[in-house]
Structure formats: structure tokens, C-alpha cells
């Protein structure tokens, strides 16, 4: 193993492997030009043992940065993607699209907008983020309230293994099913199993018109009870998100699609929200990605997942113990709750509240906190046969484990 | 010489409940008649305990498993593997919940499609896919499979409706996903097993989403002058980003063989294909929704365009496209259920290539497909006594499955490889794809006896190199009666 | 009992118009009570075909596969390619031993010895009643399990006046427009001699004339149900023979009260298929047999009842479709109307109403456990119904029923669909009906 650090090792490969240098938040990188010379670098780093980390734009990689590792020989390089990219397909008429992994996911969106499509996760927040990275994050957009989560709409993909090779699985249609969805399970890997190098994704008609309101509400608890009354009474929200930050308790939600629908849609949506909500027509976008920004998992510490019929409660208790300086974003479609705090600063203690919470929630991760922090956090629990396969998977696709070190670096692979 | 495993068997789930007399013949093909084989025994476990016994215990004598649900599939997926023991989950048929707060049920994987539907309508909700078998197949099934319907064009298929599985593998480990949060933590298994054709394991217990039951629902049928005209109809619906909940075309023969069953639904004899299309949600979208497809229909040279009246004409309108394929018995004995994916763009060209194919080859095609998501149905009647026109059938089926990938296209929808395709899997995906699957499949059942002979093909070389497999392929496709 | 199979090219046919689409499988209770494609529509099928194409032994595994089924042909209100189950089932039988001891005493002595014969009839059923009266079968009834609880609930036979032969014309009772013929029935007629006098009262409400053939008892379709065709074909050309001889006007339809016999009667046909001497017979016989309930609820028919009808105590009805009515013969409207026409009382659904109770011909005999399994389901459908009676219209129906409520502890009876019409007529003022009016429950 070198003694040197991440920095250095860059290097190494790079010199190994005729790859440029990059850089990718102040970061060190690989940056290949294409398949051949990621082939190259992914050799050289089986030969050296070094592990690696495909990095997207490096923005949800706060809690493992590599420079915030304890010990830096062991912190893995990272390999930038930002010159491949670009979109390769889009048929007008298909509503597909297909897209090289180094893609900013924001010029991905210009581009289908064109052919009046748009993309199933509304990240609008995610201005610097890749399409390879927010898969591999596993992310999604608030408006999966009505289209589901990204992962559902991503119809395949091509990825290279450690070993070099290509795989590709899905294809590019709507519908699909031939061979196994091995995209399904590269998406939200968070770059454990392979490169993500291309994805083709299903796009929705861009909507007519959009609309969101606002409203206060009096605590989390109460406001996620109301938001499960406004989703009965008007099943076509497109997002709705409960926020907490020193200005109070929000419920915020949004329509969008056919002008007429949406426009007798939130008749509807006031009616059942009573009180004196802001109501956003013009304006409904800019909300809407101002609330995607706010709810960017680098700006929280945590996420907590929880069934529908326990959130409130949840929330009750998360409100009781957290300080009131703490912010919390829920995606009440989702039942995903992030806990602040607000900023980059990086969490280095296990939080008091996260024992007593255990019961209601049915995951707890961490996401802004110290990577050795993540090392020792158990609160999820895994039944040992998911950690079982999960191990099998990473193994069998990865033999020489040098992706193996971002989801749980203390696991030495078989 | 007796089998004292089998013995065993009946031990863990009841005498009754092991199959292994004459009567097993019943279980030699699914959908797909045309491939049969016989294991050793059929298993039928009443829930996850027995079924944890059963697959330890096979685990344990080194047997080959084969997961089955209702045996509706249509590429032999289910079909029993020489040696195998066919584990069935035609017993596990309880819902155990229903939580129309989160819009979710628990349910057994034995439990039929249409039957949670039927249980959730009280709540006002419904499960969405809608495979046409799904008055029969189960959910279970389903997950198998990844099945789609008519109505996936606008709720997506069944893996965007799995939110948890409970799955028992090879070795007889649990692997409970049930209580899974709205995303997975670590890999996303379910998505994994999802579509995965029953080679990772049995899934026992499945967690679905449940939709709202849609506020207003509209159904027309639009009659057009030739299938050419029907399929660039919807093409340009596609183009026009059309937010329909369905999008259906059949042909004449289609048609003819619905009306003169106990499906017939007022399908208009006379009209060379038939466009069916459905839009749900608010009142005013889907009213805006018709007024371009008929505006789309009118401008493609649809003769005559009717809207169904009431829910009665709307459930005839749908049975009759569900009972298409049962229907077609009436044309020939057998039935080939192709299962191609044409881009959207393509349909014309690629429906009338398949007309062609089967023309030159003297068969009775008829075609019935899922048009919005470009799944394609080229269903060729036949008679399996008459090996000729087997030779052509299969002949056909491939020629139209190559033509669709040459194309851009794909394999299966809806239906899966099962035994089927999987000699086309090459068409479609090179070594290293494969390989790659493969290497999936070697890590989480590295003696490969889930559904052996299933999915991925197997090359000779390889299978030699790493030490043969307990059971021979079976490769008796085409097999003669 | 050879276990070789007679091919028979007219069943293999009919195998083939299966493409093995699975879409029976729901539809069929055995199936889903045991799970096992050979106990479904599907499977057994497959087996006959394998049978006919010499590919399957008939052993004893593969003879209980193809017994153990109900014949309710729910299968056939759902197959898209227009399978004849029904058809299949009985040839199949017909060829195949059958599966055990009391399957083979029914056969031969029951069916062959008891059920053609009036007489014989009639004395089991006052030999039965006297066994009843005294409690024997519910004596017995534990050494027996599951058949034994069936026993003890039996109905109990009626005195012997009311199992008395109908006179040979019964007149109309309003202004005579038609005359029809009417089959009494073996089972029917001992048990539910009532059930024919309230058919009767209805019919001459209609303004028709009733005949009956007056020395005639059964038409042969438990026979044709269970591998007897022999023995069908025999008691069909007696049953036509029967109504060619009886007089009245030759053309008129021959209304059937019980759901299996008519269903059986119109396929009379089927079974005549390579004999030109009986086809035309039977054809022009099968033209005439129409259900009561058909018959009944025609407009002009149903318009001349509805004006006789009286009120009748505040209650909730429950419809449970007969197999061969719903699935044999496609009747489920017409019942369900003839209902809604009797003022004061309230027709509810009941879930799975055309699902079968159990009855079956003998299965309930040969099966009793299963049986007793299906007919808890439909107890406990009938009471999420909330329905107070059970209307049904097929004597083994009612049998069923009757001993389901009985042995549950319920305090109401399966009803015939004609008795509570007459009932209804009763209330009214001016019904004078020849036949005695039915007694109310």
C-alpha cells in the first residue's frame, strides 16, 4: 500500500495510465477522455490496489471527501467523467433520451425542453450535478409525489466493471423487461459496483402550466398530518414538501400539467387547505427550484425514511429534541425526512435524538457526517442475509475492490 | 428406490401438497405449450416458513428449483426443469394488509392480480399493472416477470409498483424487504429481483403501491381503413406527448376471434384495426386528451369513432382486448405469443414487416399490441401436430424478433426470456453483457439451480470451464407432440 | 375396472380448442382450494388430452384429478377460445373408472337402480323420512367425519302427500294464452315436491297450462355428469319420448325448474351426436327445453305476474346463481328481474354469487370435506350480503344451502326462486291456483 496521498496516488495512475488530470472541487482527479482510457486507469489502480470513486461534480460526496478521511493513503481517487459527456440519442417522437454519464444534469434538461419534454425528477436545485452522479446517488426529485422516483424511469444503462468491461443492460425504449435490471441495481450504488458511463432515461411531456402554494403551518407534526389530507383530496399534486428553518413551519405543494386541469386543480387545493396559503402561478418554478436547493442532501446531516402512517409521529419527536435552530426538509410523498444543519459543516457526533427515533423510522442515514462516523453507524440495520447479498453483489462485480471502499470502507471484500 | 427428500417434502407441507404422481403432467408447460419438461416433484408451501424448509432442503440434496406462480406466463419461464422441483405458489393466496394511508398492500405472492383490486376498490384505490392474464396471474408472478398491461403505458410496469419483496434464496435464507423506506438502503435488491424470472429466488411475499382510483376515465375505440393508418395515428399521438392511460391496436383476425367469443365486446367487424384508447385523471385533462386522439384519428382516416357510454361498455371494451389471446384458440389450436419492443417512431414499418414474414410463410397472423409503449404482439396461429408449420412458426418468430432489434428494438415488453428467447439474448446483448449478468446470477446462486436453463444462455465453453451443471439444458423447443 | 382408455376423436378435438391460456384457473373452486393445476380447468384438460393422445396412464392419481371436479363450468363463462368443459368432462368420465368405492355403488345402484325409477324413488324417500324422524342419520353422523355432518343436515323428506305426482294438466289461472310442459324430476320431486307446486301457480299466473308426463322421473343428468352416458342417452330418449307422447300442443317449451336438468336437457343433442335416428329428436327437443326463469321473466309473461303480485314482508333477498344456470345455460339476469318485480322486499348481491356452494350432483357426497369448505365460503358471503333469505333454484342447491344453515345454526332456508314468487301471489287476491299454494317458511 503507498504511503502517499490521494493527491499523489492521482498521479500515479495518471502517469500508469496516459490519463489527464482534472480537478473537481478543489479535488484531485482522473479525468479519461473515453472507455479505452478509463479501461486504462481502472488497471493501473488493480495493479496499485488503489480504490477509486467516480465522482460525479463531487456534490454528494461531502460525508466521504476524501481529503476528510483520517488517513489519506487509504482515501480512494477519484475519477471524474466531465469529458464524457454529452447526450447521444434523442429521437423526437421516442421520449427517451440517452446521455454520456459526465452530463451536467441541468444542460440534459435544456436539451429535452427543446422537444417540450422534461426529465421525470424534477432537480432543479441540481445545478452543478451529473446525470451519472445523481444515479449513482440514488436521488430523486420531489415531484416523484406523482411521477415515483427516479430509479423507475431509467431504462438502462452502460457501466464498466473494475475489470474493464463493458455491460450494458435495459436498452433505450419505454418498455423493456429483456434480461436482468441490473441498471436498477447500479442506480443508487453510489459507484460500489461499477462506472455508470451512459443511461438512457424516460422523459415526460413538459408541462403547460405550473402552480404551487405556500403555507404556514403550526409545527412538522400537524403539518404532515395536513399534507396526507391534501394529497386525499387532490391525488395530481405533483410535489409536496414540509420545511423547517428559523422562519417557521411551511407546507409548500405544487400542480403542474394541462393549463385547464391544473387551474381547476388548485381551486380545489385551496379549498382543502383553508387558511390564507401564498399562491405561486408565474412564479411556481423558481419556488419550486429554490425548495429543490433547500432540500439538496449536502445540506443536511441525515435522512430518515419512514412509512406514511408514522411520520407525523416521527416528526412530533423529532421536533421535541432536536434545537430549534435545526432545519428539517420532508418530502411527505416519500416519507424522507433530512435533518439539518444547514451550511457544509460535517456532523462528527452520533445525535442524541437518533436512539429514540428507532422505532418509527425504517432507515436512518447519514449523509454531511465524518466518514468515520458513517464507518460505525449501525442505526439502519440490515438483516444480515441484505448484507449477505449486498456483499455478494459487490464481490461478484468487483472481485478486486477498488470500488468497494465508498458505501463501507471498514468491509474487506472476500 | 425410494426418495427420502421427497419424503421429507411431505413432511414439511402436507402429503397433498407434494406432487409427484401421473397428475404432474399438468404442470409440464405455463403459457407456452409448446415447451414442456417434467421435474421430480411439485412443492406447493402455504406460506414463507414452509417455503424456507422446502428450498433448504433442496438446497441440501443439490436440487434445481423452479418458482411458478399461476403458470400464465408466455415463455416458459415456469416450465419444469428435468431433475427440478417445481415450488408453486398457487397456496399463498392471503392479502395481509391494506394501508390506504401509504397506499400500500401486503400481500402473499400467490394472491391473483385482479383479486387486490377487487380488495383495495373499498379503499379507493387499485393496483395499476394489468396484465391481460390478470384474472389469473399472480402477483408473485408478476414481480417474476416484471409484467406489463395495457394501462402500463401511463402507470410504467410492475417493478415501478414493488416497493418491498420477501424473498427466500437458494440456500433458504430470508430476505425480508418488506418494511423497506421509499428508497432503498444500500443496493436496490427489489429492483434487482424484480424482472429477475425467478433466478435469484422465490418471492414469497410481495409490498405493492396502490393508485387512487382515477376521478373520470374515458374509453374510445376509432375504426381505421388499414393497420398502417392506426399505427402512424399513434406515432403522432406519441410525438404529441399524448397523456393517455392506454393505447391499443388490433388488426381484422384479432378482431374477428374476440366478437365471436364470450368476450365479444361490439368491436366493429368490418375495420381493419382497431385503435382502443383510454385516458384517466381530472375531468378536463382527460377530456383533452380524447379531443386530440380523435382529432389525431380523424386526420389519419378513421372511419368511425365511438366512446363508451357507461362503465359496463367500458369493462366489454376492455374484457374483449383481455380475452384477445385466449380468443385467438378459436383460429388454430396453438398459439406463438411474439412479445417484440418497436421505437415508437418505427411502428408502421415494423407491424407490416411482421405481416410480411408471416405471410411468406403461409401463417395466420393477427396482431394485437400495446401501441402507446410499442410492445408488439404478432400472434401466429397454429396447429403444433403439423411440424411444417411449427418449423415456420418459430422461423417466423425469429425473423421478426431480429427484424425489431436491426431496428432498434428490443426482445420482450412484457413477457420475459424464460426459455423462449434466450437464445436471442445474443441478438441483443454481447458477451460482456452477459457475462456481467452472469456474474450477478454466479453471486447470489453460484450453483445456478434456480430456474436453471432459463434467461442466459448457456455457452458451451464456459459451462466446461466452470465444472458443468447438475442437469442437462433442455432445449426440446419445437418439441413434437 | 381396465384402466386402458377408448380413444374418442370427438373429446380430442375438443381438447384442442385450449391454448393453455390459464385464464379458467381463478374461476375454478378446486383449483383454488387446492392450488394444483391438475385440479383446475386447465390441468385437466391437459390430462385428457395427454390421456386421448396415449401419453398418460388413467391411474388412480389422474382418475381423482379428473373426479374431484365440480362440473359448475365457471370455466367456461371465462375461457376466451369457447372450451366446452362441460362436454369434455362428461366423455372423459365416461371413459374412466371411477375413482372409488361409493363413486362406483352411486354409479351402478343410485343412478342405475333408484333415480329412472319412480317407485323405487319413492319408497327410499319414505324409507329415508322414517330414518329421519327417528334421528338415526344424526345418530350415525359421528362415525361418518365430514359425510356424516352433511347427513345430519339432510332436509328432511316430506310427508307422502306432498310428494305426490302432479296432476297430469294443471289450468291457467289467469287468461290462458299458452300451454307448457314441465319436468317434475327425481330428487325434485321427492324433496321439493313444494318447490313444483309453486312453479306450477307461477306458470299458471303466467296464463299457461301446465303438463307434466306422469309417469317419468328423471332426465339422465347426474348420469351424463358422471361418466354414465349410457345410461344418459337412455334416459334422454325416455325423457323426449316422454314429453312426444304427452299431448298438449306439440311445439310448446318445456319449462324446467332445476337449473342441472335444463342445463342438461338443451345439450341433449350432444349426446345423440352419431345417431341420425335420435339427433333431429333430441335437436328439436332441445329447442323447447327453456328455465323458468327465462320463460317467466319474458315481457308480456312477466308483465301479466307482476300486476298479481302482493306484498310480501319487508326482507332482503340474496341471488345465488346455480352453476348450470349461470355457467350451463347463461341465465343471471333474468332471475335477478323476476325478483325486483315482487313489491316489498329488497334484492342484495352477494359477493361471488356465481361461484359454485359445493352441491355438485355427488360431490358433495364423494368430497365432503372439500365441499364443506366451499359452501363456508359462500356462508359466510351470504352474510356480508346482509341478506336475510337465500334464493336459489336448483334442488341440490337448496340441499346444500339447507345444510349449511343448518349446521351453522341459521335460522332461515334456501328458497326457490318460484316459491317465493307464489308466495307473493298468494298475498294477492287473485290467485286461485289448482295446485295447493306452496307453504311459507
Excluded at chain 1, 452530463?103 to 434538461?109: E, Y
Excluded at chain 1, 432515461?201 to 389530507?229: H, I, N, Q, Y
Excluded at chain 3, 307464489?422 to 299454494?437: H, I, T
Aim: glycine content about 10%.
Amino acid at each position: 500500500m503507498s504511503q502517499t496521498n490521494a493527491s499523489d496516488r492521482a498521479h500515479l495512475l495518471g502517469q500508469g495510465s496516459g490519463c489527464a488530470l482534472g480537478e473537481v472541487r478543489e479535488l484531485t482527479c482522473l479525468a479519461p477522455k473515453d472507455h479505452g482510457q478509463l479501461a486504462e486507469v481502472l488497471g493501473e489502480a488493480r495493479r496499485r490496489s488503489f480504490s477509486v470513486l467516480p465522482i460525479g461534480a463531487g456534490s454528494q460526496l461531502a460525508w466521504c471527501r476524501p481529503d476528510a478521511i483520517d488517513d489519506p493513503a487509504n482515501a480512494p481517487i477519484p475519477i471524474s467523467l466531465m469529458h464524457m459527456a454529452g447526450v447521444l440519442e434523442q429521437i423526437p417522437g421516442e421520449g427517451t433520451v440517452t446521455a454520456q454519464a459526465g452530463t451536467p444534469w441541468c444542460d440534459l434538461a435544456q436539451a429535452v425542453e427543446q422537444s417540450g419534454e422534461c426529465l421525470p425528477a424534477d432537480l432543479a436545485g441540481a445545478t452543478t450535478s451529473t446525470l451519472g452522479g445523481i444515479l449513482a446517488a440514488g436521488r430523486s426529485g420531489p415531484n416523484r409525489l406523482r411521477h415515483g422516483p427516479l430509479r423507475h424511469h431509467v431504462l438502462g444503462m452502460q457501466v464498466m466493471l473494475s475489470d474493464g468491461t463493458l455491460a450494458k443492460s435495459g436498452g433505450r425504449l419505454v418498455k423493456n423487461v429483456t434480461g436482468f435490471d441490473l441498471h436498477r441495481l447500479y442506480t443508487g450504488s453510489r459507484g460500489t459496483l461499477a462506472i455508470i458511463l451512459e443511461a438512457s432515461l424516460r422523459l415526460k411531456a413538459l408541462p403547460e402550466r405550473e402552480w404551487s402554494f405556500s403555507m404556514p403551518v403550526a409545527d412538522c407534526a400537524s403539518g404532515f398530518t395536513k399534507a396526507l389530507e391534501i394529497q386525499q383530496a387532490m391525488p395530481r399534486l405533483h410535489w409536496l414538501v414540509l420545511t423547517r428553518t428559523q422562519s417557521g413551519v411551511r407546507l409548500q405543494g405544487g400542480l403542474a400539467g394541462r393549463a385547464s386541469q391544473v387551474r381547476s386543480d388548485q381551486e380545489r387545493v385551496l379549498r382543502a387547505l383553508g387558511g390564507t396559503p401564498e399562491s405561486f402561478d408565474g412564479q411556481a418554478p423558481t419556488e419550486r427550484k429554490r425548495l429543490g436547493e433547500e432540500g439538496a442532501e449536502n445540506r443536511h446531516a441525515w435522512e430518515i425514511g419512514s412509512p406514511l402512517t408514522h411520520c407525523a409521529e416521527l416528526l412530533g419527536i423529532l421536533e421535541a429534541q432536536l434545537p430549534t435552530e435545526t432545519k428539517l426538509w420532508v418530502d411527505c410523498g416519500a416519507g424522507r425526512i433530512l435533518v439539518g444543519p444547514a451550511g457544509d459543516a460535517t456532523v462528527t457526533e452520533k445525535p442524541s435524538w437518533a436512539e429514540t427515533i428507532g422505532a418509527e423510522a425504517t432507515s436512518l442515514r447519514p449523509l454531511c457526517v465524518h466518514r468515520h462516523l458513517h464507518a460505525q453507524w449501525t442505526g439502519s440495520n440490515p438483516s444480515p442475509t441484505q448484507t449477505n447479498w449486498q456483499q455478494r453483489l459487490t464481490c461478484g462485480l468487483d472481485p478486486a475492490g477498488i470500488f468497494s471502499m465508498t458505501l463501507d470502507p471498514g468491509k474487506a471484500p472476500a | 428406490m425410494t426418495k427420502n427428500w421427497i419424503d421429507e417434502l411431505r413432511t414439511i407441507v402436507g402429503p397433498r401438497n407434494v406432487i409427484t404422481g401421473s397428475e404432474s403432467l399438468a404442470w409440464e408447460s405455463d403459457g407456452l405449450s409448446l415447451v414442456r419438461g417434467m421435474g421430480q416433484a411439485i412443492v406447493l408451501p402455504l406460506d414463507t416458513e414452509e417455503t424456507v424448509l422446502v428450498m433448504k432442503l433442496l438446497a441440501r440434496e443439490g436440487v434445481p428449483v423452479v418458482p411458478r406462480g399461476a403458470g400464465t406466463g408466455l415463455t416458459g419461464g415456469a416450465t419444469p426443469v428435468e431433475g427440478g422441483v417445481t415450488v408453486g405458489t398457487a397456496r399463498m393466496r392471503e392479502i395481509f394488509s391494506i394501508d390506504p394511508v401509504g397506499r400500500l398492500a401486503h400481500v402473499q405472492a400467490g394472491v391473483v392480480n385482479s383479486d387486490l383490486s377487487v380488495a383495495a376498490r373499498p379503499h379507493g384505490l387499485f393496483y395499476a399493472p394489468d396484465p391481460s392474464s390478470q384474472a389469473a396471474c399472480t402477483l408473485g408472478g408478476n414481480v417474476a416477470n416484471n409484467s406489463g398491461g395495457p394501462h402500463c403505458f401511463m402507470h410504467g410496469s410492475t417493478t415501478r409498483h414493488v416497493r418491498g419483496v420477501k424473498l427466500v434464496d437458494a440456500q433458504g435464507q430470508v430476505l425480508d424487504l418488506l418494511a423497506s423506506p421509499a428508497d432503498p438502503e444500500g443496493l436496490d435488491l427489489v429492483g434487482l429481483i424484480t424482472g429477475s424470472e425467478g433466478m435469484f429466488g422465490m418471492v414469497t411475499e410481495v409490498q405493492l403501491n396502490l393508485e387512487p382510483l382515477p376521478e373520470e376515465v374515458q374509453t374510445i375505440i376509432a375504426v381505421f381503413p388499414s393497420l398502417d393508418a392506426a399505427c402512424d395515428c399513434v406515432s403522432e399521438a406519441i410525438a404529441a406527448h399524448i397523456e393517455a392511460s392506454a393505447i391499443e391496436i388490433l388488426d381484422k383476425l384479432t378482431i374477428a376471434a374476440v366478437e365471436d367469443s364470450i368476450f365479444a365486446a361490439g368491436y366493429p367487424r368490418e375495420a381493419e384495426a382497431l385503435l382502443l384508447v383510454e385516458a384517466e385523471g381530472g375531468a378536463l385533462e382527460v377530456q383533452e386528451t380524447i379531443d386530440l386522439v380523435l382529432q389525431l384519428a380523424k386526420k389519419h382516416g378513421a372511419m368511425e369513432i365511438r366512446s363508451a357510454q357507461d362503465k359496463a361498455e367500458r369493462a366489454r371494451l376492455w374484457a374483449g382486448r383481455k380475452g384477445a389471446f385466449g380468443a385467438m384458440g378459436r383460429v388454430a389450436p396453438d398459439l406463438y405469443v411474439a412479445d417484440v419492443v418497436a421505437p415508437r417512431t418505427r411502428l408502421r414499418e415494423i407491424v407490416a414487416l411482421a405481416i410480411k414474414i408471416a405471410e411468406e410463410r403461409n401463417l395466420r397472423l393477427g396482431n394485437v399490441f400495446h401501441a402507446g409503449d410499442g410492445n408488439l404482439h404478432p400472434n401466429i396461429a397454429y396447429d403444433r401436430r403439423d411440424e411444417d408449420e411449427v418449423r415456420r412458426v418459430l422461423e417466423a418468430g425469429q425473423l421478426i424478433m431480429e427484424a425489431c432489434i436491426e431496428r432498434g428494438g428490443s426482445l420482450t415488453g412484457e413477457h420475459g426470456v424464460g426459455v423462449e428467447k434466450m437464445t436471442h439474448m445474443c441478438d441483443l446483448f454481447d458477451d460482456d453483457d452477459l457475462n456481467t449478468m452472469h456474474r450477478v446470477r454466479d453471486a447470489l446462486d453460484p450453483k445456478r439451480r434456480m430456474n436453471p436453463t432459463k434467461v442466459l444462455p448457456l455457452r458451451a465453453c464456459r459451462e466446461v470451464r466452470n465444472g458443468g451443471l447438475p442437469f442437462s439444458p433442455m432445449g426440446n423447443l419445437g418439441a413434437k407432440t | 375396472m381396465s384402466s386402458a382408455i377408448r380413444s374418442l376423436p370427438l373429446d380430442y378435438d375438443l381438447t384442442l380448442d385450449c391454448i393453455h391460456c390459464g385464464l379458467c384457473l381463478n374461476s375454478c373452486p378446486t383449483y383454488r382450494q387446492s392450488g394444483r393445476e391438475s385440479e383446475g380447468p386447465r390441468g385437466r384438460i391437459h390430462l385428457m388430452r395427454a390421456l386421448a393422445e396415449g401419453r398418460l396412464e388413467a391411474d388412480q392419481d389422474c382418475v381423482e384429478a379428473l373426479d374431484s371436479c365440480l362440473v359448475c363450468r365457471n370455466c367456461e363463462t371465462v375461457c376466451p377460445a369457447g372450451v366446452q368443459f362441460g362436454a369434455l368432462m362428461e366423455s372423459a368420465r365416461d371413459h374412466l373408472p371411477a375413482p372409488g368405492l361409493l363413486a362406483r355403488g352411486l354409479r351402478w345402484f343410485g343412478f342405475r337402480l333408484v333415480l329412472p325409477h319412480r317407485r323405487v324413488l319413492g319408497f327410499l324417500a319414505g324409507a329415508v323420512r322414517l330414518t329421519q324422524l327417528l334421528r338415526l342419520p344424526q345418530a350415525i353422523a359421528p362415525l361418518l367425519g365430514q359425510r356424516g355432518i352433511a347427513l345430519a343436515h339432510l332436509p328432511v323428506f316430506p310427508e307422502a302427500n306432498k310428494r305426490r305426482n302432479l296432476p297430469p294438466i294443471c289450468p291457467s289461472t289467469s287468461e290462458r294464452t299458452e300451454a307448457v310442459g314441465m319436468l317434475e324430476g327425481c330428487v325434485q320431486r321427492q324433496l321439493y315436491g313444494d318447490v313444483n307446486r309453486a312453479t306450477v301457480a307461477v306458470l299458471n299466473a303466467c296464463g299457461a297450462d301446465v303438463h307434466t308426463p306422469q309417469d317419468h322421473a328423471c332426465c339422465g343428468a347426474l348420469h351424463a355428469h358422471n361418466g354414465d352416458l349410457d345410461e344418459a342417452r337412455r334416459l334422454a330418449q325416455k325423457t323426449i319420448q316422454a314429453f312426444e307422447d304427452m299431448g298438449g300442443e306439440p311445439d310448446m317449451r318445456i319449462v324446467l325448474n332445476s337449473a342441472g336438468c335444463g342445463a342438461h336437457m338443451a345439450e341433449y343433442p350432444r349426446l345423440f351426436a352419431e345417431d341420425p335416428l335420435w339427433l333431429p329428436r333430441a335437436d328439436a327437443f332441445a329447442q323447447r327445453v327453456i328455465d323458468f326463469s327465462a320463460f317467466v321473466a319474458q315481457a308480456e309473461r312477466a308483465e301479466r305476474l307482476k300486476k298479481q303480485l302482493a306484498p310480501l314482508a319487508p326482507r332482503k333477498v340474496a341471488w345465488d346463481d346455480p352453476c348450470h344456470l349461470c355457467h350451463g345455460q347463461g341465465i343471471t339476469a333474468e332471475p335477478r328481474a323476476l325478483l325486483d318485480l315482487i313489491p316489498g322486499i329488497e334484492r342484495v348481491e352477494m359477493p361471488g354469487a356465481g361461484s359454485c356452494c359445493g352441491s355438485a350432483g355427488i360431490h358433495a357426497l364423494l368430497y365432503p370435506a372439500e365441499s364443506n369448505q366451499l359452501l363456508d365460503a359462500k356462508l359466510e358471503e351470504f352474510t356480508s350480503s346482509e341478506a336475510d333469505v337465500l334464493i336459489t333454484a336448483n334442488p341440490g342447491c337448496q340441499m346444500q344451502w339447507h345444510g349449511g344453515f343448518s349446521r351453522t345454526g341459521k335460522a332461515t332456508r334456501p328458497q326457490h326462486l318460484a316459491e317465493i314468487l307464489a308466495a307473493s301471489l298468494a298475498q294477492g287476491p287473485q290467485v286461485v291456483s289448482k295446485a295447493k299454494p306452496p307453504k311459507k317458511g
